[in-house]
C-alpha cells in the first residue's frame, strides 16, 4: 500500500468526525508529500476558505522541521486564524509503516459562536475573558491559506520583521538569517519559494542558493 493509499483509508474517519461535530467543524486530510496542494480531502471548507488542493499551513511545516511528529501521535487543542476566524484546532500525524509522518487528519472547530455565548456568560457572571484554548507543545499560531502565494507572503514578510531592518537595508549576513529563518520553517519545501524570497531580499536566485548551501 502506498502513502496515498494509506492516507485514503482515512476518509471514512474523517467524514464519521464531521457527521458527529457537525457544520461548524472542518475535517482535512492533508497529504505532506505534496506540499503546495496537500488536501486531498476537506470537509466544510467554507470554514477557512481552504478547498482540495490548498497548500500545507505553517504550523504543518513546523511540525515537519522541528520532528515534533517523532515522540508524539498528534496535537490537540490550539489556536488557528483563517478566514477572518478562530478555530479551535488537532492535527492526528498519520505515520506509514516506517514511523515516517505522510499525512495529518485535522479537525478545526469555529469557536466564534462559542466566544459569543461564553462573552455573554463572562458579562452576566462577572468572571473575565480567557484563552479559549493553551497548548504548551505549539509555540507557532497557525494560519488557513487557500494558495502557495498567500502562505509564501506570510512567511517571507515575518522573517523580515525578525531582523525589523528593510531589504534594501540589510547586510548580507542579515539576508543569510532571513532565509536561515524560512529555511528552518520549511518554507523553501514549497515551489517557487527561491524565486520570491530572492525578490523580496532583493538578490539573484543562485545567491539564495549559496545562502542555503549553509545549512543544507
Given at each position: 500500500m ?6 485514503k ?16 467543524c ?16 476537506i470537509?466544510?471548507?467554507?470554514l ?5 488542493g490548498?497548500p ?6 513546523n ?27 488537532s ?30 456568560m463572562?458579562?452576566?457572571?462577572f ?22 502565494d498567500?502562505?509564501?507572503?506570510t ?12 531589504p534594501?537595508?540589510?547586510s ?7 532565509v ?21 531580499l ?6 539564495i542558493?549559496?545562502?542555503?548551501n549553509?545549512?543544507?
Amino acid at each position: 500500500m502506498n502513502n496515498r493509499e494509506l492516507l485514503k483509508k482515512y476518509i471514512p474517519v474523517a467524514k464519521f468526525i464531521s457527521e458527529i461535530l457537525g457544520d461548524n467543524c472542518e475535517v482535512v486530510i492533508q497529504d505532506i508529500t505534496t506540499p503546495n496542494n496537500s488536501i486531498i480531502f476537506i470537509k466544510n471548507g467554507h470554514l477557512t476558505g481552504r478547498n482540495i488542493g490548498s497548500p500545507l499551513t505553517n504550523l504543518v511545516f513546523n511540525i515537519i522541521q522541528n520532528k515534533i511528529y517523532t515522540n508524539k501521535n498528534y496535537a490537540a487543542n490550539y489556536k488557528a486564524v483563517g478566514n477572518f476566524k478562530t478555530f479551535k484546532s488537532s492535527s492526528y500525524f498519520i505515520k506509514n509503516d516506517d514511523n515516517k509522518i505522510i499525512g495529518l487528519l485535522c479537525v478545526n472547530i469555529d469557536v466564534e459562536p462559542y466566544n459569543k455565548v461564553k462573552d455573554l456568560m463572562d458579562k452576566l457572571s462577572f468572571v473575565s475573558n480567557t484563552d479559549v484554548s493553551k497548548n504548551e507543545n505549539i509555540k507557532t499560531q497557525e494560519q488557513f491559506y487557500d494558495n502557495v502565494d498567500d502562505l509564501l507572503c506570510t512567511m517571507i514578510n515575518e522573517a523580515i520583521s525578525e531582523i525589523n531592518i528593510l531589504p534594501e537595508r540589510m547586510s548580507a549576513n542579515e539576508k543569510i538569517c532571513v532565509v536561515k529563518y524560512l529555511y528552518d520553517k520549511g518554507a523553501f519545501n514549497l515551489k517557487g519559494a527561491v524565486v520570491k524570497v530572492a525578490k523580496a531580499l532583493l538578490v539573484s536566485e543562485p545567491t539564495i542558493y549559496r545562502y542555503l548551501n549553509k545549512y543544507m
